[in-house]
């Protein structure tokens, strides 16, 4: 099984300001890397798949990159709906497994 | 639009059987993969089951083989989750999942339903 490890495990900024956050693979899963975003009560939102392939109607101020066990989301300038708690998930194998989520919260 | 609409959940004792169902719209079921997963009270998210777009190769996470079964009637565009031996580390919240594009492997999911609570109590 390949472990998602995301960091930080909270991220306090304010609006504005650019998020970088963090996922590292246990293994290399290519480019085979998927993004998503949660809000209290709701379903994830797709937000990037395959590293850096924005999902449909997803802002452009969300980017992913990255390869093989590193990658990152940077969300360029937060708005008041970008806090929320992200998580990544691999596609390389099974079985599909998340990484632990990132908090965006407002500092 | 795509939609997807669970239904089934609710309170459960230990050792007892559930099964939820997603009903799904808005696209062509039978050619996309479709997935479980869930959500504990509080904590991440975690795959529980796959029934790719052929409708014969399933997948599961390590946590539910032997105990979970998904299955698909592409006649009724639903999916099923038959939930057996439940345990209370099984208490979540389970959305049902479509894959990203049809055909192949591409298990990214860009739609979800509102979830289904499932609480296994005594």
């Known amino acids: 099984e390949i472990v998602l490890t995301q960091s930080p495990a909270t991220l306090s900024l304010s609006p504005g300001e650019k998020a970088t956050l963090s996922c590292r693979t246990s293994?290399?899963?290519?480019?085979?890397l998927v993004w998503y975003q949660q809000k209290p009560g709701q379903a994830p939102r797709l937000l990037i798949y395959d590293a850096s392939n924005r999902a449909t109607g997803i802002p452009a101020r969300f980017s992913g990159s990255g390869s093989g066990t590193d990658f990152t989301l940077t969300i360029s300038s937060l708005e008041p709906e970008d806090y929320a708690v992200y998580y990544c998930?691999?596609?390389?194998?099974?079985?599909?497994?998340f990484g632990g989520g990132t908090k965006v919260e407002i500092k | 639009q795509v939609q997807l609409v669970e239904s089934g959940g609710g309170v459960v004792q230990p050792g007892r059987s559930l099964r939820l169902s997603c009903g799904a719209s808005?696209?062509?079921?039978?050619?996309?993969?479709m997935h479980w997963v869930r959500q504990a009270p509080g904590k991440g998210l975690e795959w529980v089951a796959a029934?790719?777009?052929?409708?014969?190769?399933?997948r599961y996470a390590d946590s539910v083989m032997g105990r979970f079964a998904i299955s698909r009637d592409n006649s009724k565009n639903t999916l099923y989750l038959q939930m057996n031996s439940l345990r209370f580390e099984d208490t979540a919240i389970y959305y049902c999942?479509?894959?990203?594009?049809?055909?192949?492997?591409?298990?990214?999911?860009?739609?979800w339903g509102q979830g289904a609570l499932v609480t296994v109590s005594s």
């Open positions: 808005g696209f062509t079921f039978n050619n996309y993969g």
């Open positions: 029934s790719l777009y052929d409708g014969n190769n399933k």
């Open positions: 293994q290399s899963v290519n480019r085979y």
């Open positions: 999942a479509k894959s990203g594009r049809d055909y192949g492997d591409f298990h990214w999911f860009d739609s």
């Open positions: 998930q691999h596609r390389s194998s099974w079985p599909l497994t």
